[in-house]
């Protein structure tokens, strides 16, 4: 099948995609854009109480249904732990086979030149690294290269929120549902673990009521949902993306005209 527009987004854990771009995904995804997401870790850190293994599974089934809620296409979660991301060779290789595999027009992925998480920024490097190499032949020969390098740009995350740039911002109102029960697919995470690191698992809804789960999760994560300032152009739900410095060249204009935003 041919696509319009084919999009990778390239995370360091399992749900960072969804929180962060999921609403725009699925905007793209119904307008008929191939989209994929991929994790350079297995998640196997993020629980209070869940050991490696098990912890490991159930985020990749949590991964898998959330990426159903959004239309996305294809999971693909390296066998990394989570909290060892080191953006070495073997990752940037496994990135560079990703792009060209999924022939992406767009890349998306995280600041790699700020604070916040080490995994996030290791991520967003071996994106910067990866791109360079994305049309030459003689890197990753087993793996056609690209006829043109992809436009990358950058997700914002909590470590990135002061340095991120709002170059291209998407109303996400007609999405927010979508995005929502997405990052709710990932119960170990929004329901059990990030509650349990900051002080509020007893205020944790029943799975199942969804008024309460919705109502959880833009109470407790609303820099990443509701329309923030210096987000022009957009209702009250909104994703942001900032120009990338690697990769093709593209004016926020026309990655605006690409997405159809």
């Excluded at 099948?1 to 960072?16: C, F």
């Excluded at 043109?148 to 740039?165: E, F, N, Q, R, S």
């Excluded at 109502?215 to 990338?244: N, R, V």
Aim: with cysteine; aromatic share 10%; net charge negative.
């Amino acid at each position: 099948m041919n696509y319009p527009l084919k999009v990778l987004v390239v995370e360091a854990h399992p749900d960072e995609a969804e929180m962060y771009s999921g609403g725009t995904m699925r905007l793209l995804a119904d307008k008929g854009a191939a989209v994929k997401f991929m994790s350079l870790t297995n998640g196997d850190a993020g629980h209070y109480q869940m050991d490696r293994e098990p912890l490991k599974r159930r985020r990749a089934r949590e991964a898998y249904t959330a990426a159903r809620h959004l239309g996305v296409l294809d999971y693909e979660i390296l066998d990394i732990h989570d909290g060892e991301l080191v953006p070495d060779l073997a990752v940037r290789t496994a990135v560079i086979s990703a792009i060209r595999r999924w022939q992406a027009d767009i890349v998306i992925t995280f600041h790699d030149d700020c604070p916040g998480h080490l995994d996030n920024r290791s991520a967003g490097r071996a994106v910067r690294e990866a791109s360079g190499f994305c049309t030459n032949g003689n890197i990753v020969p087993e793996v056609p290269p690209l006829a043109d390098a992809p436009i990358c740009l950058k997700m914002t995350d909590y470590g990135a929120i002061d340095v991120h740039k709002h170059d291209v911002v998407v109303d996400v109102g007609a999405s927010i549902d979508a995005k929502l029960k997405a990052c709710a697919a990932h119960a170990t995470q929004f329901y059990e673990f990030a509650p349990f690191e900051r002080g509020f698992l007893n205020e944790a809804p029943r799975i199942g009521d969804w008024a309460a789960e919705r109502a959880f999760i833009l109470k407790y994560w609303p820099e990443f949902m509701y329309t923030q300032s210096g987000m022009a152009g957009a209702g009250e739900f909104a994703e942001s993306f900032q120009l990338a410095d690697y990769g093709r060249k593209a004016t926020a204009k026309e990655v605006k005209a690409l997405l159809g935003v």
